[in-house]
């Protein structure tokens, strides 16, 4: 019924076939003479065998499989249009994912740029607020050094407890400071807090081997200067700074320990002095312009943990790898400089395409880097992504297969109305049987 209904005009004259199978009116509209009994006969054999060859012809073009229908459809101008505007809509559609997947992607990477200056930016700030503390500590000692009693001896420039009591409020009021400590001719004579620190007095760093070198560069260069991040003995990885002090107060030449500290003993010198004759003249004194010389460091030592203790990078553990990294490191460290990081990116592991934020204290020659990188690296594909591809690929093949179908299907109806359009126009003024077309 649908075939016949398909065919439309082309059948219209034809009488619907008869239940009793009796033979046919086969007359024309006009009147004209029925077809002959043998052809009939003929044609009516299609009920029973094999139908004619011009009719197998319609059928062929009718009962195709499904393969042969996407080929044959290919074949027609419309097919081409189709699939031209087709992936020119696929095409800009994947366009717009991949926009809004990089879009994601730089989101995503700008928040953790943001995370890394934030924090690198607490930790540049607070070690400049600590430094604070080694100038103001530099400039009261330069203050109670003007004393001559203080001139003779350094212990008299913090008579008592008063080391302690400006100590302890110099490192509340700056923060991330372990320790201050007093250093008249580079000689470590007080830290405060002391507990814990008790090996560190009496280290002489223009006698030790391994600190004169240091020692001598920072008097020299009369700047403040930083030494580390390097391991303590006692644990953990520390900054220190030292602060040259020159006073008018203080002798050409740095006289030796023993002269102003006659018990003076550390496991760094056994049997070792102060070199004779060494002088450090300083800038002259601002109104005066009298000469100065070297009195001696101020010095802090800061705990890299205690400097970084309102960062919170553990905070970070399972979802951001991350590294401080020393871009001077010293010797005593790891030589990739890395000297704070998370569990997962130890001194040696690379992190793949990080965003960085630099920590830049020109002051104290401190070039640090903060690295930072998702724990399972950038994703190159976002799921949003993936799932909206793969249904816009579903969507626009099962609809292009469809119109495909649909087309060939409509260019062989009408191929096959045509054929037996001549059928029915052939020699003998021959028409298709309702039999036939029934077939069909």
């Known amino acids: 019924q649908a075939v016949w209904d398909s065919l439309g005009p082309v059948v219209a004259f034809l009488p619907r076939p008869e239940l009793d199978g009796r033979k046919r009116d086969m007359a024309s509209p006009a009147g004209k003479s029925t077809l002959s009994d043998e052809d009939v006969a003929r044609r009516r054999s299609t009920t029973s065998g094999d139908p004619p060859e011009d009719v197998q012809e319609v059928i062929h073009m009718l009962d195709r499989g499904f393969f042969s229908t996407i080929l044959d459809s290919m074949t027609y101008p419309l097919t081409w249009l189709l699939l031209g505007v087709t992936f020119g809509i696929v095409g800009v559609s994947i366009w717009q994912f991949i926009v809004r997947n990089v879009s994601r992607q730089d989101a995503l990477r700008a928040e953790v740029q943001d995370l890394a200056k934030k924090d690198a930016g607490i930790i540049q700030a607070q070690l400049i607020r600590s ?57 470590v004579q007080r830290i405060s807090p002391l507990a814990g620190n008790e090996g560190a007095i009496g280290h002489a760093l223009f006698v030790d081997p391994n600190r004169v070198g240091g020692a001598t560069a920072t008097a020299e260069s009369q700047k403040l ?33 023993r ?29 005066s312009n009298a000469p100065t010389y070297f009195w001696g460091f101020a010095g802090m030592l800061t705990l890299v943990d205690k400097l970084m203790e309102n960062v919170q990078l553990s905070n970070y553990h399972g979802k951001y790898k991350y590294q401080l990294v020393d871009l001077t490191p010293a010797d005593t460290i ?27 204290y020109s002051e104290g020659g401190v070039v640090w880097e903060l690295r930072m990188v998702p724990v399972d690296g950038w994703p190159t594909v976002s799921e ?8 816009l690929l579903i969507g626009a093949t099962l609809s292009v297969v469809s119109r495909m179908v649909n087309i060939s299907t409509k260019y062989s109806l009408n191929a096959a109305k045509a054929k037996l359009k001549e059928i029915r126009s052939g020699p003998g003024g021959q028409r298709v049987s309702c039999a036939e077309v029934q077939y069909v």
């Not at 002269?259 to 004194?285: D, I, K, Q, R, Y």
């Not at 949003?384 to 249904?391: E, M, N, P, V």
Request: charged fraction near 10%.
């Open 225 to 257: 200067a930083f030494v580390g991040p390097v391991p303590l003995v006692q644990g953990g990885v520390a900054v220190i700074a030292r602060f040259p002090i020159f006073t008018t107060t203080a002798p050409r030449n740095i006289p030796l320990i």
């Open 131 to 187: 430094v604070s503390a080694v100038y103001a500590l530099g400039a009261f000692i330069v203050t109670q050094a003007t004393n001559s009693q203080a001139a003779q001896s350094p212990s008299a420039v913090f008579p008592g407890n008063s080391f302690d009591s400006i100590a302890s409020i110099l490192i509340e009021t700056y923060g991330g400071i372990t320790n201050l400590q007093l250093q008249p001719y580079g000689v």
């Open 334 to 360: 790891d030589p990739t400089g890395v000297f704070v990081h998370s569990p997962d990116a130890p001194p040696g592991t690379a992190l793949k395409d990080a965003v960085v934020a630099s920590i830049d």
């Open 259 to 287: 002269s102003w500290w006659p018990e003076w003993n550390h496991s760094c010198c056994v049997g070792m002095e102060m070199p004779a004759n060494v002088s450090f003249p300083g800038p002259p004194e601002a109104g």
């Open 384 to 391: 949003d992504f993936a799932i909206s591809l793969t249904i």
